[in-house]
């Protein structure tokens, strides 16, 4: 599918599922070539003559880069939130970010929930008379903390397990009737974590919110609670963390991403063996690849047909994903 470089719509840097790759293909003139991540001055090469680009979560879009792409209309990114791309310098630019935030909510919610399941029952709580059991989700009160796509489907399975649920949003009124519609019951963020058993953190991350849970509402979480973090790990205080964890107060935590040189020897987070790292795991499905990559090309395309956007900055949120793996292919 490799075109040239004078003619190109949109550039791939990271894969794709290819039934979507190929329906793209047939609309507009795309290039594919993962390779560009580990060779920056050939990808900014061929981005100075592209209109739309996908890239993974690994490669940054700032200021400076977009500078050298005047044609650039629209950066599309699979899965890892903004993170790398400055969206400051894109919506000055008038350049569309594309995410299909919503496409990794099944999976999401899949792995949370496994992970709240082996933590309470593989870290065995101190029941007296020296006896150690595990704990079962349906006796648990789950607290989520952010109201997204994810938080909504977790809340249907843990409720089906039997546990009661709980939330807080700090961009969300407690009087909203989302809460109601997800069949989580609103509490204050301190209320949360002195009351929960498991608290799961689905906090999409802005840097207002960086540090948010620290010592104050950590140093109060109820005793042997179990964590479970599918945020960047900056929303927390590293060394409230940390302290929390080696007293032995919070029982366990299990992080599905760690920012760089949080475990390295003379960080706060160094040697805690009751902290569980995965290597961003939870949205990593083949299925929660292929709606994604179909949302992705979908709008690209939808974006590249016209003109002059109304609207600069974007982060898209496809209404409705369903169907989309293995469905039949949008005419």
Known sequence: ???????????????????????????????????????????????????????????????????????????????????????????????????????????????????ILQLLRRIPVHEGHGVYVGRELSSSTVGIVGMSPTARLLSQLAGNFGARVVGYDPALHASDIAWRQAGIRPVPLAELFETCDVVVVLLAYYSRYHGLLGERLLEGCKPDQVLVCLSPAAVFDEAALAATLKTGRMAAAWFDRLEPGWLEPGRPLWNVDTLHVTPRLAPSTREARARGAWALVRRLDALLGVSDPQVAFTETVPASLVGLAGGPEPA
């Open 1 to 115: 599918m490799s075109v040239p470089v004078s003619c190109m719509d949109v550039l791939i840097v990271e894969p794709l599922e290819q039934r979507a790759l190929d329906w793209l293909g047939k609309r507009r003139a795309v290039h594919v070539e993962p390779s560009l991540v580990t060779d920056p001055r050939r990808f900014e090469e061929r981005l100075a003559e592209t209109r739309a680009v996908v890239v993974p979560g690994t490669m940054r879009m700032d200021a400076r880069t977009l500078l050298g792409a005047p044609s650039l209309r629209a950066v599309g990114r699979l899965d890892g939130g903004p993170g790398t791309i400055d969206l400051v310098a894109c919506e000055s630019a008038g350049i569309a970010v594309v995410q299909p935030a919503g496409a990794g909510s099944v999976a999401e919610a899949e792995f949370a929930t496994a992970a």
